[in-house]
């Protein structure tokens, strides 16, 4: 297995240095995956500004939450599975909806599960949507926007998903009491 550094502040190289300085700030500490991400400056500030991006959205901070659970679910992300639930938890996510989208199992509000199958669609195809599909979201009281803003939320997710397959991301202790793992799902 090829191991990844994971960087501090002190050893990451100087265009990572000030995200992880913000990270720290922010959360209290570095996760993990900024650590490992922090050896390539390009790929820890294209993250970031997805996220920036994707927190800029229309959608509400629920429907974040479920964008990037459904895509970590997808993806069989173990590390994203775990600080995504954390991080639905501080947005209030109610602790039947975490775990139904740690399960991959349909949630209760219609509107919310239609966003889950919609995204989950869209990473399974690839994108590839039908108009039948789209046209099913736009009828869950979706816009064509919301469509368009899926794949910022999943494209952010999926940069993340794959360098933790790649460098298979400890879980970092503050996130540990949500560990995660990929049951009944591919991972080669």
Not at 65 to 72: C, E, F, G, Q, R
Not at 131 to 136: H, L, Y
Not at 161 to 187: K, M, R
């Amino acid at each position: 297995m090829t191991t990844f550094k994971l960087h501090t502040i002190e050893t990451a190289p100087e265009g990572s240095k000030a995200i992880l300085e913000g990270a720290l700030k922010q959360n209290g500490f570095i996760p993990n995956l900024y650590g490992i991400m922090a050896e390539s400056p390009e790929v820890l500030k294209a993250y970031s500004q997805m996220n920036q991006l994707f927190n800029e959205t229309s959608l509400n901070p629920v429907e974040k939450n479920i964008v990037w659970l459904t895509v970590s679910y997808n993806n069989s992300c173990h590390y994203c599975m775990a600080i995504h639930s954390m991080v639905a938890k501080m947005f209030k996510l109610s602790d039947e909806m975490v775990k139904a989208l740690r399960n991959n199992t349909p949630l209760n509000d219609p509107k919310l599960e239609a966003l889950r199958q919609f995204t989950a669609l869209l990473v399974e195809k690839r994108g590839w949507a039908s108009d039948e599909d789209v046209k099913a979201f736009l009828a869950a009281g979706y816009t064509r926007k919301n469509v368009l803003e899926l794949v910022v939320g999943i494209g952010q997710k999926v940069i993340s998903n794959y360098v933790n397959h790649l460098a298979h991301t400890p879980l970092d202790e503050q996130i540990e009491a949500f560990e995660w793992e990929a049951s009944g799902i591919n991972q080669e």
